[in-house]
């Protein structure tokens, strides 16, 4: 079987087990529902998530169906936010942001870009600061907390405009970002990614946070600074990153499991996803190969008996310990269509 097949039933499966009869809800939050109060979280990200999961699909399949499953989801997540993309949280703006440029970008209306220039309009005029030395605050109720989720993504999307609408403020506000993130938070040496500096307002480095989150779109951010600049040394440091990640987060063939579900769970598809980008710039064979192994261990581990796919947290597991998280299913899915884009 290919990753592409397993794709198709991770894509499948996210509606078998996750699709909710509440229309408000439109997905629920974990499987199986067993009390109500587990829906009480509005998990705007993840539906973003959910978004980027079915373009692609579409991409991979041509296959309409996946297209009209992300604008409809697109819309309601927008609609259910107060019928904006602004939030609370900028790092959940940004992973709407780039959901809606990469519609824009398949679709070509007009909307989704209009919506990806708000979000980033809105976040340089309110999240940088000079609060531990510059940076972009996590979020408008802590402003001098600065961390690599709301740095690097804004980036990723600054930078994709850019090669849209080559508005110079894009570039330089990346540029400034990024001079700040390898300061502060990118290790010199290995490139290896803190998570965040201040959180209990002490100036402090997150230094037991270390997430394939934050090397994943660090990648990211490097690949876009790659294809404005030309600049061989963006894809270096990406490589480098990359590898050191497979160093530092890799325990018995799959990125370890990070904690006790919730956000957790999207963490290992964002790093598969940008490092597939990665792959297809480089060819490279040690990252290609420890995709393939880890999603074969993925998919011997996370199919169920009638051929879904329900995935362990930790992909070791034999099977999942219930409820498990649709940002665990996602996450999941994000990693098989990254294995899919390589066949």
């Known amino acids: 079987m290919t990753y592409s097949h397993y794709a198709d039933i991770g894509q ?18 974990a499987y199986p529902i067993t009390d109500l109060h587990q829906n009480d979280t509005f998990n705007y990200w993840w539906i973003a998530h959910l978004v980027d999961v079915r373009l692609d699909a579409y991409l991979r399949t041509k296959d309409a ?69 510059g940076g972009f605050a996590w979020t408008r109720m802590q402003l ?11 980036m990723i999307l600054a930078l994709r405009l850019y090669q849209i609408e080559p508005d ?22 290995t490139l290896f990614v803190e998570d965040g500096i201040n959180r209990n307002k002490d100036g402090q480095i997150d230094t037991q946070w270390q997430f394939t989150y934050n090397q994943g779109v660090y990648i990211g951010a ?17 490589t480098k990153c990359a590898h050191t990640s497979l160093d530092v987060l890799v325990k018995n063939g799959v990125f370890a499991d990070a904690g006790d579900g919730g956000d957790i769970g999207l963490f290992k ?51 999942p310990t219930l409820p498990l998280d649709l940002s665990d299913e996602i996450g999941a899915v994000m990693s098989l269509e990254a294995a899919a884009a390589l066949e």
């Open 12 to 29: 499948q499966s996210l509606d078998d087990f996750y699709l909710s009869k509440d229309p408000i809800q439109r997905y629920n939050n």
């Open 168 to 189: 110079p403020k894009y570039l330089e506000m990346s540029k400034r970002d990024l001079e700040w993130m390898r300061r502060v938070l990118v290790n010199p040496d």
């Open 222 to 238: 490097l690949l876009e600074f790659y294809h404005v600049t030309g600049e061989q040394t963006y894809l270096d440091q990406a």
């Open 144 to 154: 001098d907390y600065k961390n690599t989720p709301a740095n690097a993504p804004v």
């Open 65 to 133: 169906k996946y297209l009209e499953l992300a604008e409809q989801t697109y819309d309601y997540n927008k609609t259910r936010n107060h019928g904006t993309l602004l939030h609370v949280y900028y790092d959940d703006m940004l992973w709407n942001a780039l959901a809606a440029l990469r519609l824009f970008q398949i679709t070509g209306k007009a909307g989704y870009l209009d919506d990806a220039k708000m979000v980033c309009d809105d976040i340089f005029r309110t999240a940088w600061n000079d609060n531990m030395g």
């Open 269 to 319: 598809g964002i790093l598969y996803r940008y490092m597939t980008l990665l792959i297809k710039e480089t060819d490279d064979e040690t990252l290609t190969a420890f995709t393939r192994s880890s999603c074969d261990i993925l998919i011997a581990h996370g199919m169920t008996a009638d051929g879904k796919l329900l995935p362990p947290r930790d992909w070791n597991d034999a099977e």
